[in-house]
């Protein structure tokens, strides 16, 4: 099941900020602050009463003047509404009831979301004679918080989870490789999706995704059963600017969460950018089957060194994901796309293949013997055995006598040992470390 995500939306000013960084950093323990995104402050992982949930920030409204607030606000809100489960629609309890607000509540209100209004900077729970203004806006009572003296956040929260959706978005069987096209946008995702979606395929149905943008096309191919998660349709040509393009990566983050395999398009023309880079961080973090597309390969110059040179800066970009397999393609003409399946199948046998334990801790001895484990302070870290706990990712549990004494470095040298034995191409391994008695 995706998370829920929760959108932070209202006019500048308002301490939408604050109470971002207040739930992602201090009330709300913070579940993962993926790679290269914190300094965004975009969104959090966040969790309250073990319910965890996506959050996001739709702060940074700077107008550069007066005429175009209600444009900046408007393209913010909308991005709030297309990807949000709930909105915290956050007002100036001290200012009162502005024009502002009542824009922004006219387009909450025609969106069939769940929208709290939040009314702010109450610090005293004093009420202004202001505050009843609010009620005019129609969307409920106003929640009373202050998010500068971290007064009323509990209650808000308790608030938030009774919207979050029970049950998966879509329920397949196992037989399904859910695979989620994933990227930013104009590297052509949806010309992909055409591509694989052609006519030698058995088309199952369309079912309706989430809201938040991502659409579901199970499909057969033979024997084989795919659903295709995809996330073409991450922004609108009117609305491309740097906002847009940050909240590409929250649309894929609810594909990813639900898929098995994530295609990771890159545009060739372009090479890896920041946004690709956290994309596919976050798949690999979630432990995700990967396959890197570069597509746009029939625009590309080439020479003898073309493929080797293309395949090493890739690699030195997204240096954390050296197992995922290469493919270069033109989802424009159809080049090497029929392959790409093909890819998947391999990748999906390998995240749930298992290896038995007599053969893991044949492996684990060779390479102590080959490379010693490390010490510290004359104590050498000792590792009696290991056992595969469980599958997509394949997960390794080591029993060792200190598991202070692993070193990353040490548990990337087995990692290597044990993928070149069975390869484990297009995914992550994870390892856990216990002593025994833990």
């Not at 444009?71 to 200012?95: C, N, P, Y």
């Not at 890819?343 to 046998?349: D, G, I, Y």
């Not at 010490?375 to 706990?389: H, V």
Request: with cysteine; proline share 3%; glycine share 8%.
């Amino acid at each position: 099941m995706a998370r829920p995500v929760v959108a932070i939306v209202g006019r500048p000013n308002v301490g939408k900020s604050t109470l971002f960084n207040h739930l992602a950093g201090e009330r709300i323990s913070i579940v993962e602050d993926q790679p290269g995104v914190t300094r965004d402050r975009i969104y959090a992982e966040a969790e309250w009463l073990n319910k965890y949930f996506t959050l996001i920030d739709t702060g940074g409204i700077e107008p550069a003047n007066k005429d175009i607030i209600f444009s900046q606000m408007k393209r913010q809100a909308d991005i709030a509404i297309e990807t949000a489960d709930v909105i915290l629609f956050m007002v100036d309890g001290k200012d009162g009831l502005t024009a502002a607000d009542r824009d922004v509540a006219e387009i909450l209100r025609k969106s069939n979301k769940n929208v709290l209004l939040v009314c702010n900077k109450i610090d005293t729970f004093k009420i202004t004679e202001g505050f009843y203004d609010f009620y005019e806006l129609a969307l409920g009572e106003p929640i009373i918080i202050s998010a500068g003296q971290k007064l009323g956040i509990g209650d808000l929260l308790d608030k938030v989870i009774e919207f979050f959706p029970d049950g998966k978005d879509t329920d397949y069987d196992e037989e399904f490789i859910k695979v989620a096209v994933i990227g930013k946008p104009n590297v052509g995702k949806s010309s992909l999706v055409n591509k694989l979606l052609g006519e030698e395929r058995v088309i199952v149905s369309d079912i309706a995704g989430t809201t938040r943008d991502a659409i579901d096309t199970p499909f057969t191919r033979g024997d084989d059963k795919y659903v295709l998660i995809d996330t073409a349709g991450i922004r609108k040509k009117k609305n491309i600017d740097e906002n847009v393009e940050k909240y590409s990566v929250i649309r894929s983050l609810t594909a990813i969460e639900r898929a098995d395999i994530c295609l990771v398009m890159i545009d060739s023309t372009e090479g890896v950018t920041e946004q690709d880079k956290k994309i596919a961080g976050y798949a690999h973090d979630n432990g995700k089957g990967l396959i890197i597309v570069l597509n746009k390969w029939d625009l590309i110059e080439k020479d003898n060194k073309t493929y080797n040179q293309f395949v090493e800066n890739t690699y030195n970009n997204l240096s954390f994901a050296l197992y995922a397999p290469i493919i270069m393609v033109s989802a424009e003409t159809g080049q090497r796309t029929n392959n790409i399946l093909d890819l998947v199948n391999k990748v999906s046998n390998n995240q749930t293949m298992r290896i038995s334990t007599g053969v893991l801790n044949d492996i684990i001895g060779e390479a102590v013997l080959m490379n010693q484990p490390p010490s510290d302070k004359g104590k050498r870290l000792k590792i009696y055995y290991g056992t595969q706990a469980s599958v997509k990712p394949p997960k390794f549990v080591l029993f060792v006598n200190d598991k202070n004494l692993m070193h990353f470095s040490y548990a990337r040298y087995l990692e290597n040992q044990i993928r070149q034995t069975f390869g484990f191409e297009g995914t992550p391994i994870r390892f856990q470390f216990k002593e025994r008695g833990d």
